[in-house]
C-alpha cells in the first residue's frame, strides 16, 4: 500500500520560511509526479508547485518564494517557503499521481501569523 507522509508544518511569522517534506513509502517512488497541493479554511485545494522529471510548474501566487525539490534516493519531495504571507496559511498536501493512481497524504498545517 502507498503511504505519503508529510511533516514540516507549523506556525511562522510572517517573511519567515517552513521546509515541508513528504515521504513515499510502499511504491518504488520515481514513477510519480509529485505535487504539493494547499486548501485554506473555505477554500478550494489548489496546486502550489509540482514535479514531474525535470519539469517543474508553480503557482503564480508562489513564484519567486517557494521552491519544489524531490529526491529520489530518500523517495522524498520538499517544499521549501520562503517569504511566507498571511494568505499562505492553510493545510498542505502531498500528491502522488502515476496513470490511474492519484494518492494523497493526510495534509500538515501551515499558520502564518504575527
Known amino acids: 500500500q502507498v503511504r505519503l507522509v508529510e511533516s514540516g508544518g507549523g506556525l511562522v511569522q510572517p517573511g519567515g520560511s517552513l521546509r515541508l517534506s513528504c515521504v513515499v513509502s510502499?511504491?518504488?517512488?520515481?514513477?510519480?509526479?509529485m505535487g504539493w497541493y494547499r486548501q485554506g479554511s473555505g477554500k478550494q485545494r489548489e496546486l502550489v508547485a509540482a514535479?514531474?522529471?525535470?519539469?517543474?510548474n508553480y503557482a503564480d501566487s508562489v513564484k519567486g518564494r517557494f521552491t519544489i525539490s524531490r529526491d529520489n534516493a530518500r523517495n522524498t519531495v520538499s517544499l521549501q517557503m520562503n517569504s511566507l504571507k498571511l494568505e499562505d496559511t492553510a493545510v498542505y498536501y502531498c500528491?502522488?499521481?502515476?496513470?490511474?493512481?492519484?494518492?494523497w497524504g493526510q495534509g500538515t498545517q501551515v499558520t502564518v501569523s504575527s
Open positions: 500528491n502522488a499521481r502515476s496513470g490511474p493512481l492519484n494518492i
Open positions: 514535479i514531474t522529471g525535470e519539469l517543474i
Open positions: 510502499g511504491s518504488p517512488f520515481n514513477i510519480y509526479a
